[in-house]
Every structure is written in structure tokens, then in C-alpha cells.
């Protein structure tokens, strides 16, 4: 008795595809011209026609064949392969604290414009309630 393991179900591979890319319903039924209902049944659909595959890959930036192969082991796999460090590099290329000064200098800037322009439309109205 052989029992049939393999996840053949193009839907949901279409569907984790899509999560992985982190794009919604939404955007996936714009890209292709249909609505988010239709992308939820096709999502849905253990078989999907190849001209609507070939569209939905082209969507998602991927192959035909990289969703009909695709399998989440092979991700966790291939992201666990990696032991060398230097692949996620997590230094950081800028001070975090200068970058929280610029944005404070911009702001002051920014109330000061502000201001001034609240004081001429002051100045203005003054003007004109006077002339009357």
C-alpha cells in the first residue's frame, strides 16, 4: 500500500508564494485583472490551467515551474544553509543617534516656518481690519 505525500495543491502554493512575497488578495487580482474573490478561488483550486499559471507567475515574479515545485521545506532548507554570518550583515552604516538629530533639526525648522507664517497672516489681518 503506497500512500501519496506529496502537496500537489497549486492554490496554496500560489497562495504561500504570495504571503512569502507579502502581497495581498488585493493587489495579486490588480495585477491580473480579476478580483480578490477570484484569486481566493483560485487559491482555493488544487489545479489551475497553464495560461492562468503563466500569468499569476509573471505576477508574483516567479516561474511557472517555481510554483509547481515549490515546497516550504526547501525554503526553510535553503535559509538554513547559511552558516556563515556574514550573509546577514546587521552592522549598521549610519549613526542612529545623528540620523534622530537631523530629523529634530528638520522639525524645528519646520515649527519655525510654521510660525512665521501664522505671525505674517496675523500681521495681514491686522492690516486690513485697520484699513476698515
Not at 508574483?60 to 546577514?88: C, M, P, R, W
Amino acid at each position: 500500500m503506497e500512500t501519496k505525500t506529496k502537496n500537489n495543491h497549486i492554490g496554496r502554493k500560489i497562495g504561500r508564494i504570495r504571503e512569502l512575497r507579502g502581497m495581498k488578495q488585493d493587489t495579486l487580482a490588480e495585477e491580473l485583472g480579476i478580483s480578490q474573490q477570484a484569486v481566493s478561488n483560485i487559491e482555493n483550486s488544487e489545479k489551475v490551467d497553464d495560461a492562468k499559471l503563466d500569468e499569476i507567475a509573471k505576477a508574483l515574479g516567479v516561474t511557472k515551474e517555481g510554483i509547481q515545485q515549490f515546497n516550504e521545506e526547501s525554503i526553510f532548507n535553503y535559509f538554513n544553509s547559511f552558516h556563515d554570518s556574514s550573509a546577514f550583515n546587521t552592522h549598521c552604516t549610519f549613526n542612529p543617534l545623528d540620523k534622530l538629530m537631523e530629523a529634530h533639526e528638520e522639525n524645528r525648522k519646520l515649527y519655525e516656518r510654521l510660525l512665521q507664517a501664522e505671525k505674517d497672516k496675523v500681521a495681514f489681518m491686522e492690516k486690513r481690519f485697520d484699513k476698515n
